[in-house]
């Protein structure tokens, strides 16, 4: 099982701390904007006498309102097509569990969300990747490119739109070419789509869910996690209309009892959000977005595309060894008692050597923290013995 990219360097975060150095944690995409009044107001009013089991397939009133949901923005689902899960992660392994046997294979566009490594290598799949460039902004690379990795033992390709690490957002049009290759190979799509809410600059987002004649193909993961800034509750949603595929991950379901009683309570007053704390929401990480990329930009020997949906940036810098500078930030360095966070960018690609001169970057952290942030990291850069130009 591969060490987290994105959690690997925090003992030596935990240590730095330990010397009285403030760390900003550009390295994990966990949100501070507050999670929806209704949630809190709903965990708060709760009053039940025992925290018990739930149906394994999660509360049939949140699926309702879920369904619901997905149906507003032109997936047609009903309850019997979603399953709550624990999370995201759940419902990643549980899809991979119930639809691919060891030794198979899926592929993704590279650099990609790297716990996606570990999932597979829980179920004993294999991962073959299909590389995208900063330099063209992590755009969709040619289906050709996808056609030449199919095998015998492939059963599927994974897309997370808008994406982690990159912050690309798929359009239509990407998305049908690659619903036409798991069409003419009868291949699943299992599409993550967690951050469909984070679209910037006028883009909107196209779920796969409404991708046509793909019904049997098409298995969509979700999450509260960062649309509500519900990370702890543990909530997430495996939805599909293959009614083979349900079956299937409901013997994983029940093998885990159930998703979180308390964690779903939440998650379903939190559909009851209004509209102004999802404008406030985006007005927000287009600030902090557009702040960051172009402070990144002014450091000498920096690039950092602008993500249209998430947020997190990859960014290249003028380092030889991204996870050297990454540790040298936290043991060695630090300016007026802080220093950085960040996560290396190779533990994203699964091409040995590709992503070693990366980081990724959240935007998670309000405008005068990310300013500071930036200074630290342009003084550490000017200052890092293993700078490249």
Partial sequence: MPASPIRRLVPLADKAKERGVRVYHLNIGQPDIPTPKVALDAMKGWNGKVVEYTNSAGNLSYRKKLAAYYRGVGADVDESNILITTGGSEAITFAFMATLNPGDEIITPEPFYANYISFATICGVTIKTVPSYIENDFALPPVSEFEKMITPRTKGVVIVNPGNPTGYLYSREELEQVADIVKRHDLFLYTDEVYREFCYDGLTHFSA????????????????????????????????????VLGAVTRFCMARLSPPALGQIIAEASLDAPASYFEEVHR??????????????RIPGVSCPRPRG??????????????????????????????VMVAPASGFYSTPGRGKDEVRVAYVLKIPELKRAMEILAKALATYPGRTI
Avoid at 284 to 297: G, I, T, W
Avoid at 312 to 337: C, I, Q, S
């Fill in 310 to 339: 998430a947020f997190y940036a990859v960014v290249k810098l003028p380092v030889g060894d991204a996870d050297d500078f990454a540790r040298w930030l936290l043991e060695e360095f630090e300016d007026g008692g802080e220093t």
């Fill in 209 to 244: 869910a409404r991708l046509e004649g793909l019904d049997e193909h098409v298995i969509m993961v979700d999450s509260v996690s960062k649309r509500y800034s519900e990370c702890g509750a543990r909530v997430g949603a495996l939805v599909s209309r293959n009614k083979e």
């Fill in 284 to 297: 927000e990480y287009v600030e902090r977005r557009d702040f960051m990329v172009d402070a990144l930009n």
